[in-house]
């Protein structure tokens, strides 16, 4: 499975991005995708989960209420809607693909399949 992930930037407090990851290859395997972001001198954080077939999902405590992941079946492209963005939002963002049961909240250990990661910017 290759990830390919989209959709950084810089913006401004209160600014919104659309982040956007496209899988391909044996995207059979894959159960659920997750979203983390790693920020400068912090570790790896799980943003957001979705489950591959069924649309389940589940965000970290920092996304409730700002953040929307959603997937596109024709595609297989995964989504992250990032809105009233704030400055500690800034990092970057990875999405990464499972083929492991698990919960939807499962750590970054649990996955398979990485994407390259894209910098989200978010300036006071």
């Known amino acids: 499975v290759q990830l390919q992930a989209s959709g950084g930037g810089s913006v401004q407090a209160g600014g919104s991005l659309r982040l956007a990851c496209a899988a391909s290859?044996?995207?059979?395997?894959?159960?659920?995708m997750g979203w983390f972001r790693q920020a400068p001198r912090k570790g790896r954080e799980l943003v957001a989960a979705?489950?591959?077939?069924?649309?389940?999902?589940a965000y970290a405590d920092s996304a409730k209420g700002r953040f929307t992941t959603s997937k596109e079946n024709d595609n297989n492209t995964v989504y992250l809607q990032l809105n009233s963005l704030k400055p500690e939002d800034t990092a970057v963002y990875y999405c990464?693909?499972?083929?492991?049961?698990?919960?939807?909240?499962?750590?970054?250990?649990?996955?398979?399949?990485w994407g390259q990661g894209t910098l989200v910017t978010v300036s006071s």
């Open positions: 290859g044996r995207t059979l395997s894959i159960v659920r």
């Open positions: 990464a693909g499972s083929s492991a049961l698990a919960g939807l909240l499962a750590p970054g250990s649990r996955y398979d399949y």
């Open positions: 979705i489950s591959w077939r069924g649309g389940s999902t």
